[in-house]
């Protein structure tokens, strides 16, 4: 069964400044997406990112960017130019294609942002 | 277009008493989902679909049942609830083929309280 780890329960940075997120993720399966959702204090599930594991760019959204080994199964978030807006539960989550359907989330990494 | 709702937003349950939250798409999306979410777990698969009529469990669908009676709508019911079952429970929706990128859309989320 497909695994999701994200290691920082926490983590803080202050505004302007950049952070990283790490996720690291167990399969077995070659083809697969990789997915950065951000959850405000609202509650809503917004998408930041996606990397498909065929392509060795790496994903880029504006501020947000990530690093993906596929060999070394790691998928980390890194967020530029912090902005107050930022702070929120970020989950990393792994869908295989085929007959799974599912997403499989992390346990999720609170960012604080500081002024 | 709505995008996925969620009825109701909260709601106080009694142990084994029984409620159906209701989740709703305007957005022509075969697959639907439904997910809890516990603190430090992420989010967890309950139940979902992958076409109008057809159904299939998740990682934790003990307690829970669904139906997909029309294909804007996957109904989840709590036939007796418990209080193990107090989470806050998101729908999500997806098309299907590669344009979709596999993207789920989420609902805001309901909050519910099992005493």
């Known amino acids: 069964a497909q695994t999701v780890t994200q290691s920082q329960p926490e983590m803080s940075v202050q505004e302007a400044e950049t952070v990283t997120l790490s996720c690291t993720y167990d399969?077995?399966?070659?083809?697969?997406?990789l997915f950065w959702y951000k959850q405000p204090p609202s509650r809503q599930m917004i998408l930041v990112i996606r990397?498909?594991?065929?392509?060795?760019q790496n994903a880029t959204e504006n501020r947000f960017s990530v690093n993906f080994q596929k060999a070394a199964k790691s998928f980390s978030l890194k967020i530029s130019d912090s902005q107050l807006g930022d702070a929120a539960m970020y989950f990393c989550?792994?869908?295989?294609?085929?007959?799974?359907?599912?997403?499989?989330f992390g346990k999720g990494t609170l960012l604080t942002v500081n002024p | 277009n709505a995008g996925v709702t969620q009825t109701p937003k909260f709601r106080v349950l009694k142990t084994g008493q029984s409620m159906t939250l209701l989740c709703a798409q305007d957005?022509?999306?075969?697959?639907m989902y439904w997910y809890r979410q516990d603190p430090g777990m992420g989010l967890r698969l309950i139940h979902y679909?992958?076409?109008?009529?057809?159904?299939a469990k998740g990682e934790v669908p003990d307690g829970y049942n669904v139906s997909r009676l029309k294909k804007q709508n996957f109904l989840l019911g709590l036939e007796s609830a418990a209080p193990s079952q107090t989470s806050v429970y998101f729908c999500?929706?997806?098309?299907?083929?590669?344009?979709?990128?596999?993207?789920?859309?989420f609902g805001p989320g309901t909050r519910l309280t099992v005493l």
């Open positions: 999500a929706s997806t098309p299907p083929g590669a344009s979709s990128h596999n993207e789920q859309f």
């Open positions: 990397q498909e594991a065929y392509k060795q």
């Open positions: 679909s992958v076409g109008e009529g057809t159904t």
């Open positions: 989550a792994y869908y295989s294609g085929g007959s799974n359907y599912k997403l499989t």
């Open positions: 957005m022509n999306h075969e697959y």
């Open positions: 399969t077995s399966e070659s083809d697969y997406y």
